[in-house]
């Protein structure tokens, strides 16, 4: 043999021998997977057997017999409609026509399989859910009084507040379309709150939430809470023209306005505004603009007070009349507190949901001044016989926390500064009222 076949012979032997070994090593796992595969076994044999846990809980099932909107509710509408106001918020007839309005949305397929997994009534996840915006009481405290498991009605709140805000949006929370209805909204500050020319009335404030994970401090705002930013316009009758909800609680008013789509609308002309036009009384065209504080930047289209150091006798008329003006920005906030007191607490869900509590606060909040305005007046702040400010109820409740006042990079350009220069002298001579004067001296 020479040394050529001897060295094919040898690697023939290596590669059969590491064959052989391969062969054996698998052997050895697959021994070892069995042995894992029958001690498994083993446990589970030694196991007790559970007791099957019930799939619903008896006592939920008699919700027809002693549940809140089975039962109280309706001892309430027939006995005490007010007490029927204060348990969801609206009278019996607002409740039907949300009822009859969202029912399309809410209605579900029947499950013929389990008797026991019906679909909920619509009007009893309606009541779930006025009831929650009303007291912002838990789920789990919900569940013992309307008899629904507290995982259920998380669904349900989330579900019929989609389903209001996709049914009323488009008619109860838009912001006007055309110059006219701007128009109309500015005639209303001009005839209740002697201001003239203004579109609304803007502020923000802070809705407390449970710290969402993994977001730092994005949420931790200057009152040293975590929460997110409802910014909202409102018009001269305490509604919301506009609202935008979910900024991190670290921003101010200043960086909010600064970058949301409102201001980029009204300064670039992208909505129908007014064309200027002169005050009562005088022969200068004076732009369309929105009252705020001290926290936003001065422009032409958005009017502030004077900064409170050494003001002149002017500047503090012209600083009570803008705090008269834009006083029902508010008072809105006021209302909506006062009313759905879910926005008093910390809302313990993810920042979406509370994003759509929120937005469904204010549209019920419209739908209920448009409805009712009578109701809840004694909220509001009002001034007697001789223009004194009689304080609101909602003063005296636990309301939303004001936004940061921004000290430094506000800048205002000279336009703004001379357009609130003239509006100074106008409410000063022009457009006076007899108890300005007296006001500045209280």
Known sequence: ????????????????????????????????????????????????????????????????????????????????????????????????????RIRPRLTRQHNNYNTHQRPLDEGLMLAITMRYLATGQSYRSLMYGFRVAHNTICGVVKEVCQAILDEYEDDILSAPATAQQWEDIADQFATRWNFHNVLGALDGKHVAVVKPKNTGSLYYNYKKFTS??????????????????????????????????????????????????????????????ILADDAFALSETLMKPFAHRQLSHDERIFNYRVSRARRVVENAFGILVNRFRCMATSMCHDVSTSILITTTCCLLHNLFRVRYPVNHVELLDREDQDHNLVQGAWRQGVNMHDMEEVLRGNTSNKEAKAQRQLLKIYYNTVGAVHWQERMILQ
Request: glycine letters at 4%.
């Open 1 to 100: 043999m020479d040394d050529q076949d001897r060295r094919i012979s040898m690697d023939f032997q290596q590669q059969h021998q590491n064959m052989i070994l391969l062969n054996q090593a698998m052997a050895l796992q697959v021994q070892g997977m069995n042995n894992v595969v029958n001690l498994v076994r083993m446990r589970r044999r030694r196991r007790p057997n559970r007791a099957r846990t019930m799939r619903t809980r008896p006592w939920l099932l008699r919700r027809a017999q002693f549940g809140y909107y089975e039962n109280l509710m309706r001892e309430l509408e027939a006995e005490d409609p007010s007490a029927y106001r204060g348990f969801v918020r609206c009278d019996p007839d607002m409740f039907r026509e949300i009822l009859e």
């Open 228 to 289: 997110i930013v409802l910014m909202a316009l409102v018009d001269a009758d305490y509604k919301f023209i506009w609202i935008d909800v979910g900024a991190h609680g670290c921003c101010s008013d200043a960086q909010l306005w600064n970058n949301c789509e409102l201001k980029d609308a009204i300064e670039n002309r992208l909505i129908d505004l007014p064309q200027p036009k002169p005050l009562p009384g005088d022969d200068q065209d004076m732009p369309y603009f």
